[in-house]
């Protein structure tokens, strides 16, 4: 009887539907997930609902289930291209949950990538990390259109994607400690546009709804997460569908008719970015971001928040691997297409800046097969890692305990054979989650590569418990994991041999310094 109590009080299930099922009771009425041995699965658990004729805006509280929601389904995506099992009604998160019972478990929280515009929350297995005694949940939230819309209106003042994500974070503190979870200790994570989203996290205007944070290959600052609004991209994507719209209002009643499979497809091919904005205020509707990424200071809220950030060794290495001379000779250009993208110079001083980056990476070397990792260096440095550097400084300088990473393991890499081998983007995620086959990566059998996913989830896990990814040293994790302070760069390369090094590319760091110090005010986002 004591037992059951216990079981009771911490909200868990009660009740046993064969052999495989179970039952917990929240708020929001029973859920019924599935028992996998030694944890549990929730999927699909809706945490709002989407108002389909006004898709674009304002979610509402998902209604009380009247009876036992059957959380079995990881498959239910948002409308994106390339998925043909998606809903409107896409709003659903997935919890993973140990089989503890004695004790409060901390969350992670996981915000996937996909440059707003693809991925999902069931392709993020979460079995290897909650063998740590810690709860994993997913969440799905709006992409492309639904998601991002950045208008003079203010039922779509922008953002709606990063709403549905603090959506999603308070149905977790409501809900979580039905799951067993504390929601005094959640930790939000994500990985390149998911990262950038919890880097904004802190400086959103919305009551802080995490104690710690981990960013990997995403910043707020990178190149593209952050554009200015477009206040006609409503107007323009009904003109997709021959529609001339007479004003914002009357494009976004015709799109909202329309099937969003369909919308995203012609959104995807018209080449339009539609990204995070500092929103339009606008009387009686609260925003979410008001400040641009260049200028993001919340000391109160960010000091002694434990944030784990880093990014892999070659971020774009993928990019110029095994590409052919066509592929380089369409990329000649390519110093002066990326500045003129972000920066407002004048034809002269654009010829001329561009022409100081290329000779910086390349000296008087064309574009091609013999610079490729030197063009594979600056996609990386321009679009994420100096983008990294600049928010681990700005972390550091506001409070934050910061700890700092480069994960140079190719242990699984389908390039490892070429020279000059780096760690492409998402090659990390292989080594914390049981990834959807839409990455493309091997499964991982060697010894050396469990080895390398238990070092992973590991250290993730310490962080999400402790704040502390190696609160004490083993054979597993022979390095103590310095905090980043004020006046140093220190960082643990993540790799065979687990090392702590110092200032990491800082050359190349110091040229982006400068530039920007320079030029900062051209920056598209502001002028």
């Not at 059957?70 to 239910?76: L, W």
């Not at 065979?496 to 986002?525: C, G, P, Q």
Request: hydrophobic share 40%.
């Amino acid at each position: 009887m004591r037992v059951l109590q216990l079981l009771a009080l911490l909200g868990l299930a009660l009740q046993v539907f064969g052999e495989d099922f179970v039952v917990v009771n929240t708020s929001k009425g029973q859920i019924k997930g599935r028992d996998e041995g030694s944890y549990n699965t929730f999927f699909g658990i809706p945490y709002a609902r989407v108002d389909e004729e006004k898709p674009f805006g304002v979610s509402s509280p998902y209604p009380h289930f009247t009876e036992p929601f059957e959380a079995t389904d990881s498959t239910i995506n948002c409308p994106q291209v390339n998925l043909a099992h998606s809903s409107i009604q896409c709003l659903r998160l997935n919890i993973y949950v140990p089989k503890k019972t004695d004790k409060k478990l901390p969350v992670m929280v996981w915000i996937h990538g996909g440059s707003f515009i693809f991925g999902s929350a069931g392709i993020y297995g979460g079995q290897y990390l909650v063998q740590h005694d810690i709860i994993v949940v997913t969440i799905n939230y709006r992409l492309g259109p639904y998601g991002f819309l950045c208008l003079n209106d203010p039922e779509v003042p922008g953002n709606q994607g990063l709403k549905d994500q603090v959506d999603a974070l308070k149905w977790v503190q409501q809900n979580i400690e039905a799951f067993g979870g504390d929601p005094r200790k959640v930790t939000v994570a994500g990985e390149s546009y998911g990262g950038g989203s919890v880097d904004l996290y802190m400086y959103l205007n919305t009551r802080k709804l995490f104690d710690k944070a981990v960013v990997q290959s995403g910043t707020a600052q990178a190149d593209a997460m952050f554009l200015k609004p477009d206040y006609r991209a409503a107007i323009k994507l009904a003109a997709l569908f021959n529609y001339t719209a007479s004003n914002t209002k009357d494009a976004l009643k015709f799109l909202a008719q329309k099937d969003p499979l369909e919308l995203m497809k012609e959104f995807n091919s018209s080449g339009m970015l539609l990204r995070a904005c500092k929103e339009k205020k606008f009387k009686g509707v609260q925003s979410l971001v008001t400040d641009n990424p260049l200028h993001l200071c919340k000391p109160k809220k960010v000091k002694d928040t434990p944030v784990l950030f880093g990014y892999n060794s070659k971020e774009a290495f993928n990019i110029i691997a095994n590409q052919t001379d066509d592929f380089f000779a369409s990329n000649k250009d390519v110093f002066i297409k990326e500045l003129n993208r972000t920066f407002n110079f004048n034809r002269k001083e654009l010829l001329q800046i561009a022409s100081i980056v290329k000779k910086f990476y390349m000296g008087s070397k064309a574009v091609g097969q013999d610079t490729k990792l030197a063009l594979g260096d600056f996609w990386a440095d321009f679009r994420l890692t100096h983008a990294t550097e600049a928010s681990v400084t700005r972390l550091v300088d506001q409070g934050a305990k910061v700890y700092k990473y480069v994960f140079s393991y190719i242990g699984n890499s389908k390039f490892k054979n070429i020279p000059g081998v780096g760690v492409y983007h998402t090659e990390e995620l292989q080594y914390l989650f049981e990834l959807g086959e839409e990455f493309g990566f091997d499964p991982l059998v060697e010894p050396e590569q469990i080895q390398m996913r238990e070092r992973m989830t590991t250290m993730w896990a310490n962080f999400v418990k402790h704040g502390n990814p190696t609160p004490e040293t083993s054979d597993l994790l022979p390095v103590r994991w310095e905090r980043v302070p004020k006046d140093s760069r220190p960082y643990l390369n993540i790799d065979v041999t687990m090392e702590m090094f110092e200032d990491v590319y800082h050359d190349r760091v110091a040229f982006w310094d400068l530039l920007w110090h320079n030029y900062w005010r051209k920056s598209k986002i502001l002028s």
